[in-house]
């Protein structure tokens, strides 16, 4: 049984299709990352899935029962997470989970055992002060434990990183990565190292239509390119990047290369036309340079390059 199973979901605004003919299937027990560029349909799909808006045709089944919009039937089971929380600034984190949780029909004895488990985990169980002293990664963990509070076999949460600074990125990652543990995550977002950090799956949508779902290894070994990764152990950046050139020089003459590029890490993405050639000949000619080799691998596409390739211009 999948947690979350979307078939020909449809939702206009006019003339415009913000949810196009979409199809899609959220395994139970993964993290699954919902890719795409700003305006391709996510938050109007997670708001669709939660009930906040009424689909124009298609059909929403979560847990193998299907969901009407104006119907509470099997929405127990989710938890959401919208894109801008709002949390009331003059609580505190206690009470404002005691409130979400008093609205989600959970007893005071469940409440009491549950609250101070979600405080630990999103770390926010030594925090005393109002919301309102919050900075926004603060309030985005708060809103995680509020997307919980109903312990749900599903959470979804729309760009929960977004507009966030690095260490905010990172606490808010880590939180997710630790949902594994207990729940089904579904989390939209277009920071591209957020999913790979963290996800088993992942979707790519584009224009309101589902181009692309598989694992990430999946999605690695559908795009995979012609090419050998190699790293100089140099002594410096500079002159790794010295070392690189000289032995860019010595191998692209070669009739077995068919280009090189350099990767943002500093390695050198060495295409090929016959990869035993291309092999022995890199190894050869940084022997002959005396360049120290640090990796030499097959080289694998990042998510970076598979989104660029499914998204297009």
């Not at 950046?237 to 280009?259: K, N, T, V, Y």
Request: hydrophobic residues 40%.
């Amino acid at each position: 049984m999948d947690a979350l199973e979307i078939q020909g979901l449809v939702k206009r605004y006019g003339a415009v299709r913000a949810v196009d003919g979409l199809d899609l299937t959220v395994p139970v027990g993964t993290v699954f990352g919902f890719l795409g560029p700003n305006g391709a349909g996510k938050t109007t799909t997670l708001r669709l899935v939660a009930g906040l808006s009424a689909p124009t045709s298609g059909t929403i089944r979560l847990f193998d029962r299907e969901v009407a919009f104006g119907s509470h039937a099997g929405r127990e089971r989710i938890g959401y997470l919208p894109d801008v929380p709002d949390c009331y600034a003059y609580l505190k984190p206690v009470e404002f989970l005691r409130l979400c949780a008093d609205l989600c029909g959970v007893d005071r004895a469940t409440q009491r055992t549950r609250i101070p488990e979600l405080l630990e985990l999103v770390g926010l169980e030594k925090e005393k002060r109002r919301i309102g002293g919050f900075s926004r990664g603060m309030k985005q963990r708060l809103g995680i434990a509020q997307a919980l509070v109903n312990a749900p076999d599903l959470v979804m949460l729309d760009e929960p990183a977004s507009a966030l600074d690095p260490a905010g990125r990172k606490d808010v990652m880590d939180v997710i990565g630790r949902l594994s543990e207990r729940t089904t995550v579904f989390f939209s977002t277009h920071i591209l190292a957020d999913v790979e950090r963290v996800c088993n799956r992942v979707a790519i949508l584009v224009k309101g239509r589902c181009q692309v779902e598989d694992s990430i290894d999946g999605l690695r070994r559908r795009y995979a390119i012609d090419a050998q990764r190699i790293r100089l152990a140099s002594a410096t950046e500079d002159a790794r990047r010295r070392d690189s050139a000289l032995l860019s020089d010595r191998i692209l003459p070669q009739a077995w290369c068919a280009g090189i590029q350099a990767s943002p890490e500093g390695d050198l993405l060495v295409s090929y036309h016959d990869l035993a050639a291309a092999r022995r000949g890199i190894l050869a000619a940084a022997v002959e340079l005396d360049l120290p080799v640090e990796r030499f691998e097959p080289a694998e596409p990042d998510l970076e390059a598979i989104f660029m390739k499914v998204v297009g211009p």
